[in-house]
């Protein structure tokens, strides 16, 4: 099946004094009078514009950046989709003559590797990276002449030698959501979600040994996505109304109560709360599931760059206006650094932003996209 893709004046104090009439009084008091009269008053002092936040390099000057072109050596464009390394990418690109969706592991010096091809023809699609040690785990989906739609899971070890695997042969009605948790590895074998046939109101929670064999389906009731191993998050997350989290292995199960209208997302560290100022703007605030430690991390001019809240359980990437004078039309890139409770800018004039594993990366050149821009998330310690 496709899967479903389920945002002041100060008052003198002190002893009254009484002045005796006479001459020097009157000068005196002529000339206070006069200077009263004459000096200027003193207005509100002008509000000074806030410092402009730091940027990642100020703060970090070893972060380890690395930059893509946006096309490879044939021509053909390229989109990552996995970082195996700050130098090593995995990656989609069309073949030459445009028949084939090709998957390819492509290194710095541009050495490009194909792991797997499909036709174009069957609208392809490759999605759901998630990798653990050696294995990189992914969906693919492809459309029969039919017009069905059908996904299969796969691994690969990109270090050695052997080729790609296919682990399950058919995956169900696979919900994806562009988040880093659609596929999920745990207890050595690999995690997915998707819909329940006949039933809008429960989940098949299903998964396969990471060496392949037989597909265990657990179906629960109500409409879930992945989070972090090993838990379940209700879909309510970027809806009103509570979050609901369920743990896979205990079976414990916590809820996350929302203010009125917020808008709640959560995983099992940290959740986050967008809460709507009627016609103004709005703010972002993050918070732990039991309540506890809730504080602002933006204001109207942000909003949240990706759908899993403060990744590596510290950073939430925040998309903001950028400043006059930037080149390009994208927005301001910007990281909230939980531990340090500030924000850096990470880039300007930006497009598409995705996350996945340890590294950051995003898009520049607006639509026709110029290139490509990594951070590795580990290296800002």
Do not use: K
């Not at 490009?112 to 992914?138: D, N």
């Amino acid at each position: 099946m496709t899967p479903r893709r389920w945002p002041a004046t100060a008052r003198l104090r002190g002893p009254a004094r009484r002045y005796r009439p006479g001459l020097a009084g009157l000068v005196v008091a002529v000339a206070a009078g006069t200077a009263l009269v004459t000096l200027p008053q003193a207005g509100p002092r002008p509000v000074e514009p806030a410092p402009p936040p730091a940027r990642i390099e100020q703060e970090w000057p070893e972060a380890v950046r690395r930059e893509l072109p946006a096309r490879l050596a044939d021509g053909t464009a390229y989109s990552p989709v996995w970082f195996l390394d700050p130098d090593v990418s995995i990656g989609t690109a069309p073949s030459p003559d445009g028949r084939h969706l090709r998957l390819v592991r492509r290194t710095a010096d541009g050495t490009v590797h194909q792991l797997r091809r499909l036709p174009a023809a069957g609208s392809p699609q490759y999605a759901g990276f998630t990798g653990s040690g050696a294995v990189l785990a992914w969906a693919e989906t492809t459309t029969g002449p039919d017009g069905r739609g059908r996904t299969e899971l796969w691994t690969v070890e990109p270090g050695a030698d052997r080729p790609p695997r296919r682990v399950a042969p058919e995956g169900g009605d696979v919900l994806l959501v562009n988040s880093r948790h659609d596929l999920v590895i745990g207890s050595g074998r690999l995690h997915w979600v998707a819909a329940a046939p006949g039933s809008a109101v429960a989940t098949e929670v299903r998964s396969v040994p990471l060496g392949g064999g037989r597909v265990t389906v657990r179906t629960e009731p109500g409409a879930w996505t992945l989070s972090a191993w090993p838990w379940l998050v209700s879909t309510a997350t970027g809806g009103t109304g509570p979050v609901r989290l369920r743990h896979l292995v205990d079976g414990t199960e916590r809820t996350v109560s929302a203010g009125p209208d917020e808008l709640l997302s959560c995983g099992p560290v940290w959740c986050r709360a967008l809460v709507p100022a009627g016609a103004g703007p709005g703010r972002l605030d993050l918070f732990r599931p039991d309540g506890r430690d809730r504080h602002r991390v933006a204001g109207g001019d942000a909003s949240a760059a990706l759908v899993d809240v403060a990744v590596r359980d510290r950073f939430e990437v925040l998309l903001g206006t950028g400043p006059a004078g930037t080149v390009g039309d994208g927005a301001q890139l910007r990281l909230y650094d939980v531990d340090r409770r500030r924000t850096l800018v990470a880039a300007d004039g930006v497009g598409l932003v995705l996350c996945r594993g340890d590294v950051l990366w995003w898009s520049i050149g607006g639509r026709e996209v110029t290139g490509w821009h990594a951070l590795d998330l580990r290296s800002l310690t």
